[in-house]
């Protein structure tokens, strides 16, 4: 049987880590079944075993995560005004935001899948 070998990780803590992670990118895509409450729970976890990752791979999975789901709060927020002017504005809105937000665990969980580092934004 193969088994992804994830790079900087024990077999005891990896494989524990490895499924938290899986467990972490399950909640946040669960999460329109909840009202966002996965989410949060997902976010609280990430941030209290940030400090406990063992190398660059997971710290980036682990960071695109939190980074996905305080952008779509933020594009939430920003674009809730657009219910009180009229429904359809409102729904096309976040029907968006809400797609980008599923494409972008979507994404990370495929590549955790293979093992990947997410790319991380330089600053200048």
Request: hydrophobic share 55%.
């Amino acid at each position: 049987m193969n088994k992804l070998v994830v790079p900087g990780a024990d077999a005891g803590q990896g494989d524990g880590l490895r499924l938290l992670t899986h467990i972490l990118y399950g909640l946040h895509t669960l999460s329109f079944f909840s009202a966002g409450m996965f989410s949060v729970i997902a976010m609280i976890i990430n941030y209290v075993k940030r400090p406990d990752l063992p190398d660059a791979m997971y710290r980036s999975h682990y960071r695109w995560q939190a980074r996905s789901f305080w952008f779509t709060l933020l594009w939430l927020a920003l674009t809730w005004p657009l219910w009180l002017l009229f429904v359809f504005p409102g729904w096309v809105a976040w029907s968006v935001i809400g797609l980008w937000y599923l494409y972008r665990f979507v994404r990370g969980w495929w590549m955790f899948v293979e093992g990947r580092a997410m790319p991380m934004a330089t600053g200048a």
